[in-house]
């Protein structure tokens, strides 16, 4: 893994984030095997959006759909990671005038 990709997925903003969207499909998957009627799926997904919508579309399967949030829990979380180290390095100031 490059080591500004693993910088970011283990900066400790990324990781709480990446522990709320395991707990997040965890819930739904126990909340869904107990009741048929149950929309906590949907949770995991909007928890995960906008990058586990690209690949919702994917075949209408329990595996297809939490591939899904997986990409979309790790993309967050990587823009998560590199935003907040962009901003603990604070501006970056320009040598020239």
Known sequence: ???????????????????????????????????????????????????????LFLPDQVTMTMAAIAFGALANATLIGLCARALRRGPETDPTP
Not at 23 to 43: H, K, R
């Open 1 to 55: 893994m490059p080591t500004r990709l693993r910088h970011a997925l283990t900066h400790p903003l990324a990781l709480a984030y990446l522990a709320l969207c395991a707990a997040l499909l965890v819930w739904a998957l126990i909340a869904s095997a107990t009741s048929d009627e149950s929309m906590a799926g949907v949770i995991p997904i909007l928890a995960t959006a906008p990058a586990s919508l690209v690949l």
